[in-house]
């Protein structure tokens, strides 16, 4: 090393700028040098000194290895002075190199000292290892030594200024990517704070965003957002966040933030800058803590920045409420069904021993026509609360997928008998309670390799079939039972088939007048013998056909083929007594029946008041009561009659029996198994009671034994219909049947 030493020379003004406030507290200057009088003078020289606003902390380093280990364990210091000749000749350009490729500090400024000019680095290498300055030690004045250093700490901190700029940037980009989840707006808002921290050059963000709403906004549409809330907030206003306005404990910083809001203009205050970005529909109020007053130059920075975060603001808000309404419902603001989809695609791999449970409200129609769109939706909202209730603990992810369907992801080892209660939920409105029942299936997620989509089609399917026969019951359903839907596709088009090629066939149960001890009347059962041999059950083909969109043509069918047969029966059997035929609910709001109906009959020559028209209680309820009121009101202007099938089995509302244009009540067999308990007895003798009082009659179907015979006699039901009597027959034999009970 060479003898040279630092020497200071006498100077009156050394040019040190002041600035407000520097990006850091302390500035960390490294001085490396192998020559202790270098660290003593340098220490000398710069103790006690503040530049741009921060003091300076000088550590030291005697070698080049030194310097990069101390590199290595500490922050990255904001200036180097870096001998070029200590260990070796160039071992402070050995060291620039490792600094910028190596340990990356590519922030920090390097100034290069040397004690003779002829070691002077390629003009090459200080662009290469970004050298802030280079200079001969026997020409640094102390006031050369500040200025240099203080140019190069300038140069650092509008570095600091950039990447934090840069930082706030990134996160309002960030943000606008990701603005499906949920916290796009809160993120979004984040930005700003960061943002603005690096306009003012400030070390730490210290803020808050507040959202404001005029109140003319307020009264004419629904916000995600509410007025006067904290929707982001930094430093020591952390703790503020979603809350409201009125919590900031500083009367200051409130007083300022509602001065702006007041006044909707920009607040530049000595303790702190309040602004205000303007929306379509709502502003957001940005406050930082500057502690420092802010330029001219930066005031016309944040005016521009604030025009566009209130633009920016506006389409954030409009993308999170489309992504609310694509992924939420809109009457629960649970996730739907295609939340519930990608949910189950995403954790597909993890799902295999769980099931998923879907729930379906029984008779939600009926709910509808009694309380009305408005209390209906209040309803549901309670009845969701109440069925989270039920399910925490045991559900993994929970969805409402339609007004009247609810889904969840339970795991499979969960007794599903513990799951019953949620199916039977009392839910208290305001002044009265209602009691909801539900049927439920589940079905696995690992037993086939489905989509979200596939699953819940194949949910919904068995859910149709567990409505037919497991109704207000929880039903498991094996995933490969789809191979039925398969089955169900090929079975529908013989179907087809079949009615084109009148392969169907009539039988009829005829019923039992107690009164006259004489058979009189009959029901219509539609039958099918496949082309293979076998049977196929009315109870699978019929609902098939409701499915398919054929109910119209399979009625049209039966409709001909009954008084077809009925015609031809009359001649022989004259007091044959009315025939029933089943109306469908799916046709029940199809007022064309009422003509189809006086057409075929007066084709025929069969008297429309010879026709009794069948329809399920259920069918009658849950389809629309007033459609189907209006379409039976018109057939019995026609003179024939309306009968109501397995009473007791749906709603079981005496209000819509009342409303209901009904001549005739028939009993379901399920209340005669019961008539072997007082119980059972008191329910039927109440039925027919209540039937009499209405002036209906009431058909007991499912008749098997003489005792029960016996006992509905007593009750004074009018009519019996069931094995007991006669089991459903082609008409040749009923004709036979018939003329022998003449």
């Known amino acids: 090393m060479t003898d040279d030493t ?121 662009s290469e290892y970004d050298i802030n300055d280079y200079r001969v030690k026997n020409e640094l004045t102390q006031v050369r030594l500040i200025t240099s250093l203080t140019a190069a700490l300038r140069s650092y901190e509008q570095i600091l200024r950039l990447e934090t700029s840069h930082r706030g940037l990134e996160q309002i980009i960030e943000a606008t990517r990701d603005l499906l989840s949920s916290d796009g707006f809160r993120q979004f808002s984040f930005g700003i704070l960061t943002q603005i921290s690096g306009f003012l050059n400030l070390t730490r963000s210290e803020g808050m965003v507040v959202v404001s709403i005029p109140k003319e906004q307020l009264a004419g549409r629904a916000f995600e957002l509410n007025d006067q809330t904290i929707v982001a907030a930094t430093g020591r206003f952390e703790g503020l966040v979603a809350r409201s306005k009125q919590e900031i404990t500083s009367g200051l910083q409130r007083q300022l933030i509602d001065r702006v809001i007041a006044s909707d203009e920009h607040c530049f205050g000595a303790d702190g800058t309040a602004l205000i970005c303007h929306g379509q529909h709502f502003s957001l109020v940005v406050y930082v803590d500057t502690r420092r007053p802010v330029t001219e130059e930066e005031r016309d920075l944040l005016r521009v920045f604030c025009q566009n975060i209130g633009l920016m603001a506006d389409n954030m808000t409009l993308i999170e409420r489309l992504n609310q309404q694509a992924f939420f419902d809109a009457t629960t603001l649970l996730p739907n069904r295609l939340s519930l989809e990608q949910w189950l ?137 789809l191979e039925n839907g398969r089955r169900n596709i090929r079975l529908l088009r013989d179907l087809v088939v079949a009615l084109r090629d009148d392969q169907l066939m009539m039988h009829y149960q005829p019923k039992w007048d107690v009164s006259g001890g004489r058979y009189s009347g009959m029901e219509a059962l539609v039958r099918w013998r496949h082309p293979r041999g076998h049977w196929v059950s009315p109870g699978e083909f019929v609902p098939l056909a409701e499915t398919a969109g054929l109910s119209n043509d399979l009625f049209q069918w039966v409709l001909g083929a009954v008084l077809r047969d009925y015609a031809n029966m009359m001649g022989r059997c004259p007091e044959a007594g009315p025939v029933a035929i089943n109306i469908s609910g799916a046709q029940l709001h199809d007022l064309s029946i009422v003509d189809r109906v006086t057409t075929c009959a007066e084709r025929y020559g069969v008297p429309t008041t010879s026709l009794t028209f069948e329809v399920t209680e259920s069918a009658a309820v849950s389809g629309g009561i ?117």
């Open 6 to 126: 630092l020497i200071f020379v006498e100077e009156d003004e050394l040019g040190q700028e002041s600035v407000a406030t520097a990006p850091v507290d302390v500035w960390q200057v490294l001085v490396v040098d192998d020559d202790p009088e270098v660290h003593q003078s340098t220490r000398f020289a710069l103790a006690d000194m503040e530049i741009l606003g921060a003091h300076v902390q000088l550590q030291f380093a005697s070698s080049a290895e030194e310097a990069y280990r101390y590199l290595t364990t500490h922050e990255e210091p904001a200036v180097i002075f870096l001998d070029v000749v200590m260990e070796s000749s160039d071992a402070g350009l050995v060291l620039a190199k490792r600094i910028r490729n190596e340990l990356k500090l590519l922030k920090t400024r390097i100034i290069l000292r040397t004690g003779q000019a002829g070691y002077a680095p390629e003009l090459k290498v200080i």
């Open 345 to 481: 695609d995403d954790q597909r791999s993890r799902l295999t021993n769980h099931r998923l449970l879907l729930i379906n409200i029984d008779y939600f129609n009926s709910f509808l026509e009694t309380l009305g769109q408005e209390k209906c939706a209040k309803l549901i909202r309670l009845y969701a609360a109440c069925l989270q209730d039920g399910l925490r603990g045991v559900s993994e992810y929970f969805a409402h997928l339609g007004d009247d369907t609810f889904a969840a992801v339970i795991p499979s080892a969960i007794d599903q008998g513990g799951l019953a209660s949620v199916l039977n939920l009392e839910v208290q409105l305001t002044g009265f309670s209602v009691h909801v029942m539900s049927t439920a299936v589940t079905i696995n997620l690992g037993e086939e390799a489905l989509s979200g989509t596939q699953l819940l089609g194949a949910a919904h399917l068995f859910m149709k079939d567990a409505k037919r026969n497991h109704r207000r019951g929880l039903q498991h359903y094996p995933v490969s039972l």
């Open 626 to 742: 007033d459609g189907a009121i209006e379409l039976l009101l018109r057939l019995k202007a026609t003179g024939a009659r309306i009968a109501l099938d397995d009473f007791g089995t749906g709603y079981s509302s005496l209000s819509y029996l009342a409303r209901l244009p009904v001549d005739q009540l028939k009993l379901d067999r399920s209340f005669i198994q019961k008539l072997k308990e007082p119980r059972g007895v008191a329910i039927v003798k109440s039925i027919i009671d209540l039937s009499a009082s209405l002036g209906l009659e009431v058909v007991a179907e499912g008749i098997e034994e003489e005792a029960e015979a016996e006992l509905l006699r007593e009750l004074r039901a009018h009519s019996f219909q069931g094995y007991l009597y006669a089991r459903p027959m082609p008409v040749a034999q009923l004709a036979e049947l018939l003329e022998g009970n003449a």
